[in-house]
């Protein structure tokens, strides 16, 4: 059985797209600090919200194509060493890398954890395109 794919598709445009106003210095210089604070905020809660769908999807897949439980209980770790050996992602450490952030996300207190988490955006929606890219082709 298929998995539905167009909540992490339009997860990932989203995110983009917000990312990619986030970074127009021309756009961002018109806006007042705490305007662009927002839309910091917003890249921040499309992350988290594409990342959950990225991690929860492997599960799904490998579920669904190896064997019904084989994501059940497993470690965040464990999850992206099986899914990076059915070659849904080809980075675990990578993938740790945006675990890491997400996690981060439930504890910013100030700007420079926020910041950082802002940051590491950028590498994931590249991660998050070739996930999606993979889901696709093996998608039966």
Same mark, same amino acid.
């Given at each position: 059985?298929?998995?539905?794919?167009?909540?992490?598709?339009?997860?990932?445009? &989203?995110?983009?797209?917000?990312?990619? +106003?986030?970074?127009?210095? %021309?756009?961002?210089?018109?806006?007042?600090? @705490?305007?662009? @604070?927002?839309?910091? %905020? =917003? $890249?921040?809660k499309h992350f988290? @919200?594409?990342?959950?769908?990225? !991690?929860?999807?492997?599960a799904r897949w490998?579920?669904?194509? *190896? &064997?019904?439980?084989? &994501?059940? =209980? $497993?470690?965040?770790?464990?999850?992206?060493?099986?899914? +990076? %050996?059915?070659?849904? @992602?080809?980075?675990?450490?990578? !993938?740790?890398?945006?675990?890491?952030?997400?996690?981060?996300?439930?504890?910013?207190?100030?700007?420079?954890?926020?910041?950082?988490?802002?940051?590491? *955006?950028?590498?994931?929606?590249?991660?998050?395109?070739?996930?999606?890219? &993979?889901?696709?082709?093996?998608?039966?």
């Amino acid at each position: 059985m298929p998995l539905h794919l167009d909540n992490l598709r339009d997860s990932i445009e &989203a995110l983009d797209e917000l990312l990619t +106003a986030s970074e127009d210095d %021309a756009r961002m210089g018109r806006l007042s600090e @705490i305007e662009r @604070i927002g839309i910091r %905020a =917003g $890249v921040v809660k499309h992350f988290e @919200i594409t990342y959950e769908l990225s !991690w929860k999807l492997m599960a799904r897949w490998l579920n669904t194509n *190896v &064997a019904s439980d084989t &994501a059940d =209980g $497993v470690t965040r770790r464990q999850l992206y060493r099986l899914s +990076a %050996a059915n070659r849904l @992602i080809s980075d675990v450490d990578r !993938w740790m890398q945006h675990h890491d952030a997400r996690n981060t996300t439930s504890h910013i207190y100030d700007r420079e954890k926020a910041q950082q988490v802002y940051e590491a *955006v950028r590498g994931f929606t590249h991660d998050a395109r070739q996930l999606l890219k &993979a889901l696709e082709t093996r998608n039966d």
